[in-house]
Structures are given as C-alpha cells and as structure tokens.
C-alpha cells in the first residue's frame, strides 16, 4: 500500500531526505511508543520505502525554496503504515532544524498487482547499489545485476526471513546519473553541517524478471541501499513476460 501526504514548506535543506526521516519517525511515536522503539531500536532496515517530489523548486546554495512537498510513502506492512497514517494525521505542525512543515492533504495511493515473471520498472527516487567497498555500481557494470541480486536477497531476508525465491535477471533500458547530497546525525556530529555526503544513484528505466512474490515485495519495500531515507522507489510501468 501508499501513503501520499503533501506538505506546505518555504524552504528545505539541501539534505531534506533526513527532514522527511524526521517526520516519519515522529508521526510512528505520536502513534504508538511501543511500536517505535519495536521498528527503531534495533539495527534492522525498516519495512518501507519514501520517494519525495519538490513542487515549483529553487535552488538558493544550500537551501531549496519550494510551493509544496509531496512525499510518497510504500509498504507491505499494514501495521506501519497506519501508524505512519495516524500519526500524520494527529499532527498539523512538524519541524526540522528550524524549517516548518506543515501537513495538508493525506491520501491512499494505488499499488499495483504483479502477477507476471517480468516486469518493467521505473525510478520514482534513485536506485543507489554499491559493491562491498561502498563504491557506486552503474548500471552498465558488468557485475551490476550481480549486486542487485544481493541486496534484493537481503531485502527479502530482513522483511520475511527468507530471501528470493530464484535470482533475478536485471536488465536496464535507461538510466541517468544523479549526484546526491545529504548528511545525518553521525556525520554532522563529525564534520559539521557545512560537509555533506555524496551519493551516486541512478533514475530510469530498468526490467526486471524473477519470481512473481519477489517482485511484488521488492515493489513495496524498493529496490535500492538506503531506501528508509528516500533512495529506490519503484513504479511499475509494465507487468508481462516482454
């Protein structure tokens, strides 16, 4: 399922991907404290994935004037999904190091069905894959599909305690590269708020085939390292054996 809730902000961080973390893990508290120290206290990836979309943007240095903030949230987990719902709905005000977030419209988005042994996807946030040294993997590495495999195998695992069914065959139809700057509490801490991490992700086009099962959750939960902070929201664009 998908929650899409729209905010009103004059302006973000450059880094606004942990601002939305924020929100999310304040609505899930608001909610239910035993639910959040359940999902949060422990060292397990977190059973979502969020795509963010900037209405009427600008970018002003290392801030970003904007209309509007939409955030796209999916999981397979109804329990998360409505305290995420709940708690976005208890709560008109947030607040992010200074920046206003104020929440307007919460709807229900569609999820589609797969059914089929291939599918198309499209990014709705970059896929950020990287080999064991943290190095980014585009997707013309002859190793990519290899890594993709991987990191889906450990997705599946840590959400339903087995990993894929069969490998996957990954292969891209079209993909740019995008440059993301962001930070969190440990970096900051070292570094500063001036310093920023880099990401080198991946926006495009890309098939997909595999197990049926696998594909739906991996549909839900994304497809991508760092998806509880923005990174490899998938859409489907075609679900048939092409």
């Given at each position: 399922m998908r929650v899409i809730c729209s905010f009103q902000v004059e302006k973000l961080p450059i880094h606004y991907r942990m601002a939305i973390v924020s929100i999310m893990k304040e609505s899930i508290r608001t909610s239910s404290e035993e639910y959040y120290e359940k999902l949060y206290m422990n060292q397990k990836t977190k059973p979502f994935v969020f795509s963010p979309f900037l209405k009427n943007f600008c970018l002003k240095g290392d801030e970003i004037e904007l209309d509007e903030l939409r955030v796209i949230v999916s999981s397979p987990d109804y329990e998360f999904l409505l305290h995420l719902y709940n708690g976005l709905q208890s709560k008109k005000r947030f607040e992010y190091k200074g920046y206003e977030f104020i929440r307007r419209k919460i709807v229900m988005g569609e999820e589609k069905k797969i059914t089929s042994s291939a599918v198309v996807f499209r990014?709705?946030?970059?896929?950020?894959?990287?080999?064991?040294?943290?190095?980014?993997?585009?997707?013309?590495?002859?190793?990519?599909?290899?890594?993709?495999?991987?990191?889906?195998?450990?997705?599946?695992?840590?959400?339903?305690?087995?990993?894929?069914?069969?490998?996957?065959?990954?292969?891209?139809?079209?993909?740019?590269?995008?440059?993301?700057?962001?930070?969190?509490?440990?970096?900051?801490?070292?570094?500063?708020?001036?310093?920023?991490l880099y990401f080198t992700a991946y926006h495009g086009l890309f098939k997909v085939s595999g197990d049926a099962d696998d594909l739906q959750l991996l549909y839900q939960l994304g497809l991508s390292k760092r998806r509880n902070q923005g990174f490899g929201m998938l859409e489907v664009v075609a679900s048939k054996i092409l």
């Open positions: 990014t709705l946030s970059p896929l950020l894959i990287e080999d064991e040294k943290k190095i980014p993997i585009a997707p013309d590495d002859p190793n990519y599909e290899k890594h993709i495999n991987y990191l889906a195998d450990t997705i599946l695992y840590e959400y339903r305690e087995k990993g894929l069914y069969r490998p996957l065959t990954v292969r891209p139809i079209r993909f740019k590269k995008t440059v993301i700057k962001e930070s969190n509490h440990q970096f900051t801490e070292k570094y500063g708020e001036q310093q920023h």
